[in-house]
């Protein structure tokens, strides 16, 4: 079984920062990918930024400067470093890992999902 345990979400106020966390857990092998993902009440989810294995990053044009993504492969754990947060901010985070299991193929998993809250 594989887990991927988020944490650090909550309620902000506009302007203010916040660090979501994502620890994958299990029979791993490899992990290639990894990502934030985000729904807000009423629209689909999108993607908010990911990384690869090697460190290289993409961004959703909305986020771009304000969020940084990073990761520890020795932790297996991805992070968000959320700055200047706006209202239009505000969904439930899923955390999203391309893993590879022993004697499988590489899989899709997420989080249980996060919610953060920004406060106009």
């Known amino acids: 079984q594989v887990q991927l345990v988020e944490s650090g979400g909550g309620l902000v106020q506009a302007g203010g920062s916040l660090r979501l966390s994502c620890a994958a857990s299990?029979?791993?092998?490899?992990?290639?990918?990894m990502g934030w993902y985000r729904q807000a009440p009423g629209k689909q989810r999108e993607l908010v930024a990911s990384i690869t294995s090697g460190g290289t990053t993409n961004y959703a044009d909305s986020v771009k400067g304000r969020f940084t993504i990073s990761r520890v492969n020795a932790k297996n754990t991805v992070y968000l470093q959320m700055n200047s947060l706006e209202f239009e901010d505000t969904a439930v985070y899923y955390c999203?890992?391309?893993?590879?299991?022993?004697?499988?193929?590489?899989?899709?998993?997420w989080g249980q999902g996060i919610q953060v809250t920004v406060s106009s």
């Open positions: 999203n890992a391309n893993i590879r299991r022993w004697a499988a193929a590489a899989s899709d998993y």
């Open positions: 299990g029979r791993i092998l490899s992990i290639n990918a």
